[in-house]
């Protein structure tokens, strides 16, 4: 039998390279997608290309009821074991005094309220153990001083829940750990109106260079697989030494 694992945020990015990585490693894999319907479908004949079972859902994680359907589509490829909370958002790079109400809450509903929302599906369909890994960021510890605070403030209460849930369902055989990337050749820097923020930052992380979405959805497969069968409440860095 093989692990089915739901993964949110899956068409690019960091979800697309774990969606990839999870269906290569054997895993089915049912993801879900905002807007880019073009870039879902490319993963999805990625992960059929393994020979491995595969979903792609439009939904937005912010929203219970999408949520739900989210989970009820994995229900019809059998029993999920595993969740990816990896769906998120930031908002422009600028000073706290000039962060706007708006994007303050939209950044809280998508990394924190969908997050809530996926984790407390998975806790209830998770009948025979699992595990969830949610992707957090190593703002949670730096602050993002000057670019995003309220971001990284999501970020360590991100880490709190994965404490928190960790503890809360270990009892039921579920494992809840987190991935705490640096900063990562993404598409996301384009939402901070910084597009080559990767490229910008390489002169200050240790490691001299921005990490890839391969290597950060490595780290989330391995949380998931058997060879991490003793690992919760764990926050993995995956920062190039930031």
Known sequence: ???????????RGIGAATVRQLAAA???VVFCYRRDAAAAADVLRDVHATGRRGIAVRADTTDPDQVARLFDAAADLGQPTGLVNNAGTTSRIGPFTELTVDDLRHVVDV???GYVLCAQQAARRFTT????????SAAATLGSPGEYVHYAAVKAATDTL???????????????NAVA????????????????????AAGRIPLGRAGQPAEVAAA?????????AYTTGAVLRVSGGL
């Open 129 to 136: 153990g699992g595990a969830i890994v949610n992707v957090s």
């Open 1 to 11: 039998m093989h692990p089915l694992t739901v993964v949110t945020g899956g068409s």
């Open 220 to 228: 989330i497969v391995w949380l998931l697989s058997p060879a991490a």
């Open 162 to 176: 994965t404490l928190g849930l960790a503890k809360e369902l270990g009892p039921r055989g579920i494992r809840v």
């Open 111 to 113: 990394n924190l309220v």
């Open 181 to 200: 990337p640096g900063i990562i050749d993404t598409e996301i820097h384009t939402v901070s109106g910084v597009p080559d923020r990767a490229r910008r």
């Open 26 to 28: 054997g895993h089915d």
